[in-house]
């Protein structure tokens, strides 16, 4: 089977399944946050319309000043993107050639755009047994011999975050090793708290670089919004391989107002914290295995029928709900389902077919 490389892709998986293009299906393998858009962004982008008449202001100054307030970070250590896409490429053409550590399992983008750049990787596994935690000392092992190490955190698609202790001796031991650590962090705006990203670590660590996106956040895939925090040698040199007017016109002129948008962020966080505890402890019950996610996703497996993860994953598709298959994530091999935290109407109906399942 050809499974698609990304979630989000209902149509093409009812083709797959030779299922009816007509039936309703609840697309729980996307992970964006199911409040949708903010309400007043139809009207922004409606009245930015003369806009694509002319071309972007190629240095993006209104979003680019917007972002480097909001970090609070001088505007030489930004760089708006399209999308955390973008980021990601920009970033590894840094390391053209040489080696890359990745902790899996993770996005796999991050493998393509070193691919894409000849950059040889050498994989390192969260520990499934343990929780998918990080194999810290393996990690400090290897990075003498790489030129970055790709971490996801939190993570996708274990929904886990790297605790600060960890991560503090990897950025050091890289200052040591001259290993740059690229931390994604797409899915950051879910935490709790803004104190979680680790922008106020920048002056501490050369070697760090930060990739950001609102896609998830404010649900707007189709925008393509991202960018990249770090030092300015970094910055500078991203920035001239960046391909001219990368940026859409509704792209730039929106990012200023999402940013000022703290309400819908708080709200989303409020609103997240007490659905996701109750969906993830109404599965537990039920017992299936969760993974300890702080995000808006989560990995499941049938804790009784662990090997029947395919079976389960048919089962939920047939019955209307599609989860995202794992079988592209290095070390899941489809053994489990990454399922998004959706509205509470859409997380009660998972759990009754998830129930249904376990009564069979
Ligand atoms: C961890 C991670 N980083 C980056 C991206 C890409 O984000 P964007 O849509 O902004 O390019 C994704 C999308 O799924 C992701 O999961």
């Given at each position: 089977?050809?499974?698609?490389?990304?979630?989000?892709?209902?149509?093409?998986?009812?083709?797959?399944?030779?299922?009816?293009?007509?039936?309703?299906?609840?697309?729980?393998?996307?992970?964006?946050?199911?409040?949708?858009?903010?309400?007043?962004?139809?009207?922004?982008?409606?009245?930015?319309?003369?806009?694509?008449?002319?071309?972007?202001?190629?240095?993006?100054?209104?979003?680019?000043?917007?972002?480097?307030?909001?970090?609070?970070?001088?505007?030489?250590?930004?760089?708006?993107?399209?999308?955390?896409?973008?980021?990601?490429?920009?970033v590894a053409?840094?390391?053209?050639?040489?080696?890359?550590?990745?902790?899996?399992?993770?996005?796999?983008?991050?493998?393509?755009?070193?691919?894409?750049?000849?950059?040889?990787?050498?994989?390192?596994?969260?520990?499934?047994?343990?929780?998918?935690?990080?194999?810290?000392?393996?990690?400090?092992?290897?990075?003498?011999?790489?030129?970055?190490?790709?971490?996801?955190?939190?993570?996708?698609?274990?929904?886990?975050?790297?605790?600060?202790?960890?991560?503090h001796r990897?950025?050091?031991?890289?200052?040591?090793?001259?290993?740059?650590?690229?931390?994604?962090?797409?899915?950051?705006?879910?935490?709790?708290?803004?104190?979680?990203?680790?922008?106020?670590?920048?002056?501490?660590?050369?070697?760090?670089?930060?990739?950001?996106?609102?896609?998830?956040?404010?649900?707007?895939?189709?925008?393509?919004?991202?960018?990249?925090?770090?030092?300015?040698?970094?910055?500078?040199?991203?920035?001239?391989?960046?391909?001219?007017?990368?940026?859409?016109?509704?792209?730039?002129?929106?990012?200023?107002?999402?940013?000022?948008?703290?309400?819908?962020?708080?709200?989303?966080?409020?609103?997240?914290?007490?659905?996701?505890?109750?969906?993830?402890?109404?599965?537990?019950?039920?017992?299936?295995?969760?993974?300890?996610?702080?995000?808006?996703?989560?990995?499941?497996?049938?804790?009784?029928?662990?090997?029947?993860?395919?079976?389960?994953?048919?089962?939920?598709?047939?019955?209307?709900?599609?989860?995202?298959?794992?079988?592209?994530?290095?070390?899941?091999?489809?053994?489990?389902?990454?399922i998004a935290?959706?509205?509470?109407?859409?997380?009660?109906?998972?759990?009754?077919?998830?129930?249904?399942?376990?009564?069979?």
């Amino acid at each position: 089977m050809k499974w698609p490389s990304h979630g989000g892709q209902p149509e093409t998986m009812k083709q797959l399944f030779h299922m009816d293009k007509e039936k309703e299906i609840l697309d729980f393998s996307a992970n964006l946050n199911p409040l949708g858009p903010p309400p007043w962004l139809k009207g922004e982008i409606y009245h930015s319309y003369t806009t694509i008449t002319k071309y972007p202001d190629p240095t993006y100054s209104n979003s680019h000043n917007a972002l480097a307030d909001y970090e609070m970070i001088t505007k030489d250590k930004v760089l708006l993107t399209n999308g955390g896409a973008e980021a990601i490429f920009l970033v590894a053409k840094l390391f053209e050639g040489g080696k890359a550590l990745i902790v899996q399992p993770t996005f796999v983008e991050y493998e393509r755009a070193c691919e894409h750049y000849h950059i040889t990787t050498e994989d390192v596994f969260l520990e499934e047994s343990n929780e998918f935690q990080l194999p810290l000392e393996l990690i400090l092992e290897k990075m003498g011999e790489a030129d970055v190490i790709f971490l996801c955190r939190p993570n996708n698609p274990t929904g886990t975050l790297v605790d600060e202790k960890s991560l503090h001796r990897i950025l050091e031991k890289g200052l040591e090793t001259n290993t740059y650590v690229v931390v994604d962090e797409a899915f950051v705006d879910f935490l709790p708290s803004t104190k979680l990203s680790l922008t106020s670590w920048l002056p501490s660590y050369r070697n760090l670089v930060l990739l950001r996106s609102l896609t998830k956040m404010f649900t707007i895939p189709g925008l393509r919004i991202g960018y990249v925090l770090a030092n300015e040698h970094v910055i500078g040199k991203i920035k001239s391989w960046q391909l001219p007017w990368s940026i859409n016109s509704f792209a730039d002129a929106v990012v200023p107002k999402l940013l000022a948008d703290d309400k819908y962020v708080t709200r989303t966080r409020n609103w997240l914290g007490s659905e996701s505890s109750y969906v993830l402890n109404k599965l537990t019950d039920l017992d299936f295995y969760v993974s300890e996610s702080k995000v808006n996703f989560y990995l499941l497996q049938d804790s009784k029928r662990p090997d029947d993860t395919e079976e389960l994953f048919q089962y939920l598709f047939k019955g209307g709900i599609l989860t995202r298959h794992t079988h592209n994530f290095k070390g899941l091999n489809g053994n489990y389902l990454r399922i998004a935290i959706r509205s509470s109407d859409e997380n009660n109906q998972l759990i009754d077919k998830l129930r249904e399942w376990r009564n069979r």
